[in-house]
């Protein structure tokens, strides 16, 4: 029997609402349905949103109000699934937690709706969101199948950056593969969310469990990510489907382009700083090679004030490029027209061919490819990153709460 499965990634973007953004991922669903697609990949916190160029009014020892009301609303936007701040595991997979009095389920619905657009379609779902649990926000991914509903859940161990300001660790434990089977093609579905990516031991634990499917949903819009996602590729032995977001900085959220904008009565009233002595400056470079210092003010804290929205965007909030003249030049000049992600979705082969993308610039696209999943083990003649070339006589991996053996059928 062909060993042939259709795979998609889905470089969309989070629309201004969760409800909004969950009517746009089923309509993508049903398209990606009508093309004969089994699997599908949203993007990393495509439900409630990656909160791009947001600084949530923080600094070392500091958070300002204006930076609380923006968390608030970034609270409110995030999902939640029923499950509980620790991960309730296998009880909450099976729907055995307690229920509120009064209601049929856990949370607020999401779930549910995840369930009936996948088995409505027939397509199988992995979408990245933020889980709201408990006091805590997680960036998260979820596998949910068309027949057996949600078959995993797990939450990003390391945010990177200033992320970690907004999100929780999650546990190691969710790092367990999962085993399905479509159209009679047997998969072991594992994901890393983002830089988890990058972490040669996640990778490692992952590849243990005999991983043939990878996912791996990103806010990296770097031409560096597809390097990457080839290396993984190929080290594992597994297609990788990577999904990133393309978004312009019109389609930002109002929380976070409004309230950057916004000046009190009381800050206008204050006089301007006083400048004291010689003006700080960085030194830049043109794409043509040509030196300008660009001057760099100081509040009256002494700390640098730098006006940085023409910088180029990074897939990190708080990551700072060293032109930051080179995105005016890839740029529409129009304003907000300039990406602060320009996406770069893209699907790889166990060999690491790119069979697929990267994507840039485009917006709510599919990209397709069809997958022959004997390719995995005709890979593996050579290269078994969790067998025989591991060395694993010699070297030794452990992960607190998760078992490494391949996950049985």
């Known amino acids: 029997m062909p060993q042939k499965l259709t795979l998609a990634s889905a470089q969309s973007r989070t629309l201004g609402s969760t409800a909004e953004t969950l009517c746009a991922l089923e309509a993508t669903t049903k398209r990606a349905a009508t093309q004969g697609i089994d699997l599908i990949l949203f993007p990393e916190a495509y439900l409630g949103g990656y909160p791009r160029t947001c600084s949530f009014g923080a600094a070392i020892g500091a958070r300002r109000p204006e930076g609380r009301e923006q968390f608030l609303h970034y609270f409110h936007d995030a999902v939640d699934l029923g499950d509980t701040p620790a991960g309730a595991g296998q009880d909450w997979l099976d729907k055995k937690l307690e229920l509120p009095r009064g209601k049929k389920f856990r949370g607020d619905g999401v779930r549910e709706e995840l369930e009936r657009i996948a088995r409505e379609t027939g397509v199988f779902v992995v979408t990245g969101l933020v889980e709201r649990s408990g006091g805590t926000l997680y960036c998260g991914v979820v596998f949910v199948c068309p027949k057996l509903g949600v078959l995993g859940k797990r939450r990003k161990v390391m945010p990177t950056g200033s992320e970690r300001l907004v999100w929780g660790q999650g546990t190691a434990t969710t790092l367990r593969a999962m085993t399905t089977e479509i159209k009679g093609v047997k998969l072991t579905i594992g994901s890393a969310i983002c830089w988890e990516n990058y972490m040669p031991l996640l990778r490692q634990a992952l590849y243990s469990q005999n991983v043939n499917l990878w996912f791996a949903p990103t806010a990296d819009a770097r031409d560096t990510w597809e390097s990457l996602m080839r290396t993984v590729a190929c080290e594992g032995r597994c297609f990788v489907v990577s999904a990133n977001q393309c978004q312009q900085k019109k389609h930002l959220p109002r929380w976070i382009t409004g309230t950057q904008s916004q000046v009190t009565s009381e800050q206008a009233a204050q006089p301007p700083a006083r400048m004291d002595g010689r003006r700080k400056s960085t030194i830049c470079k043109t794409e043509e090679g040509h030196e300008i210092c660009i001057p760099v003010a100081q509040d009256e804290s002494g700390q640098d004030n730098v006006d940085t929205s023409a910088i180029a965007s990074t897939p990190q909030a708080d990551a700072i490029s060293t032109n930051p003249f080179k995105k005016a030049s890839q740029t529409s000049s129009s304003e907000g027209d300039e990406f602060v992600s320009r996406g770069g979705s893209c699907i790889i082969s166990p060999l ?26 005709r890979g593996r003649l050579d290269f078994d990153a969790g067998g025989s070339y591991s060395r694993s006589d010699q070297f030794k991996l452990s992960v607190e709460g998760l078992d490494l053996a391949p996950p049985p059928f």
């Open 352 to 377: 690491g061919v790119v069979l697929a993308g990267p994507l840039w610039e485009k917006e709510d696209e599919l990209l397709v490819v069809e997958a022959d999943f004997e390719d995995c083990e």
